[in-house]
């Protein structure tokens, strides 16, 4: 079974970049389409960006044009870029890992993702 480590969090100003990175264990990771979620404090955890397992993407309107979701399978690897930060980006970032036998599909529902990594927290500051 797929575990997952998130890390490339921090403190960043308004307008700064930041690149997460989610490390997979075991073998089966390219049978994963992956995804990052956010929780910020008081609120629900909302989806951010999604990939296939083919590489097809998929991203919530908050963060298009600024956030790019990537995947390397040979390092069992799934990235979130992140750039023109903005304050209200600030909250804990998820990466997840829904198993399936579709290349091309992506879900932004969290029930549907079985694996979660423990997170990491992104601050932006104004």
């Known amino acids: 079974q797929v575990q997952l480590v998130e890390s490339g969090g921090g403190l960043v100003q308004a307008g700064g970049s930041l690149r997460l990175s989610c490390a997979a264990s075991?073998?089966?990771?390219?049978?994963?389409?992956m995804g990052w979620f956010r929780q910020a404090p008081g609120k629900e955890r909302e989806f951010v960006a999604a990939i296939s397992r083919s590489g097809s993407t998929r991203y919530a309107d908050s963060v298009k044009g600024r956030f790019t979701i990537s995947r390397d399978n040979a390092k069992n690897t799934v990235y979130l870029q992140m750039n023109s930060l903005k304050p209200e980006d600030t909250a804990v970032y998820y990466c997840?890992?829904?198993?399936?036998?579709?290349?091309?599909?992506?879900?932004?529902?969290?029930?549907?993702?079985?694996?979660w990594g423990q997170g990491t927290q992104v601050t932006v500051s104004s």
């Open positions: 075991g073998r089966t990771f390219s049978s994963y389409a």
């Open positions: 997840a890992a829904d198993r399936t036998i579709y290349a091309t599909v992506v879900t932004t529902i969290p029930n549907n993702y079985e694996l």
